[in-house]
């Protein structure tokens, strides 16, 4: 296959930041080939390094089931992004098959079909020779992009993918990024409201519980020193309302946000200046017509009258300002856990 040289921008951010609408947005840009949560369903670091992979290698990592995934859908705590289970007559299941890690986000946001198009992906990455991973997403949008129109750019598009730049440069020096922010009270609070982000701060009680630094080293052996009632988390079985129901205080979220906007903001720093741009979701809602030109304009596009409109049509203005239905304690406490990643986003600025 000839690989087309598409201009690929990244969408990086904190999550509950307004990127999934944006995604929708940018998806009905007919110049536009929108790829969303790639990276969130197929999380494997090596899927940006430098090691080798045969095209069947790389087509398992795309269509294993994501275990946190296929685990969330299963116990029935299924996140708004994940799309694959409300496609009627869909072939797999969380249950039975598993759902492919690249089914679950990616497929549908691109087709009605993702079955077919899942076949049509296997036959061909199945027979791509070993090459970079890089090389192999290359090839993939380049695929991706001859089933919907041959388009001019390329964005992916991934929830809490904004401490991963330095893994995108090496793998695409080339590509652009976008981070797209919020105001950190209003990021917080719609945290709180979601499911894989109540389990961040309930992995870091278990990694404490544990003595270790990083939850990314919790063992089955670590597991089992665990309360019960947070060890079953880590099962094949649990009920969701374990997280749902645990009072985490929303000052957590807001430590979450202010940690991960500070450390983004660093490695964004990294990239050259006219490779990154920023924008504020506060501002596209406020002005979208201005922000949507500037985004087309970065990405390389033209920024069509007739996206213009219905961009404009398709985004909620009545979002903002969340943190300020708060209780006046809690709101206190989550603007102090906030105000570092605020004064950080203030001097960025």
Known sequence: MRVVNQKLTFVVGTGRCGSTALSQVINIHPDVLSINELFASVPEREMLDETAL??????????????????????????????????????????????????????????????????????????WPTRRPAEHWTALFTSLGARFGNPDAVVERTGMSIGRVPEMRRAFPEARFVHLYREGPDCAVSMSRHFSFRMIPLLWEMADHCGLETPEHLTAEHVAQLPADLAVLLSD?????????????????????????????????????????????????????????????????????????????????????????????????????????????????
């Open 237 to 349: 079985r649990y009920d969701p309302a374990l997280v749902w129901d645990r009072p985490i205080p929303i000052s957590a979220f807001g430590t979450l946000w202010s940690d991960t906007i500070v450390d983004g903001l660093e490695k964004l720093d990294a990239v050259p200046a006219e490779q990154r741009t920023a924008l504020s979701y506060e501002n596209l809602l406020e002005e979208p017509e201005k922000e949507l030109i500037r985004l087309a304009e970065f990405i390389g596009v033209e920024p069509w009258r007739s996206w213009l409109d219905a961009s404009v049509a398709h985004l909620d203005g009545g979002r903002p300002g969340a943190a300020r239905k708060l209780p006046t304690e809690e709101l206190t406490s989550l603007l102090e856990s906030c105000s570092p990643g605020t004064r950080a986003l203030a001097v960025h600025q």
């Open 54 to 127: 045969s095209g069947p290698e790389f087509w398992g990592y795309l269509s294993r089931p994501n275990p946190i995934t296929n685990s969330m859908i299963k116990n029935g705590a299924s996140a708004p992004e994940f799309l694959y289970h409300r496609v009627p007559g869909r072939r797999f299941d969380a249950e039975t098959t598993g759902i492919p890690a690249i089914s679950v986000m990616v497929l549908p946001h691109l087709t009605d079909d993702p079955d077919t198009l899942f076949d049509e992906l296997e036959s061909e990455v199945t027979s």
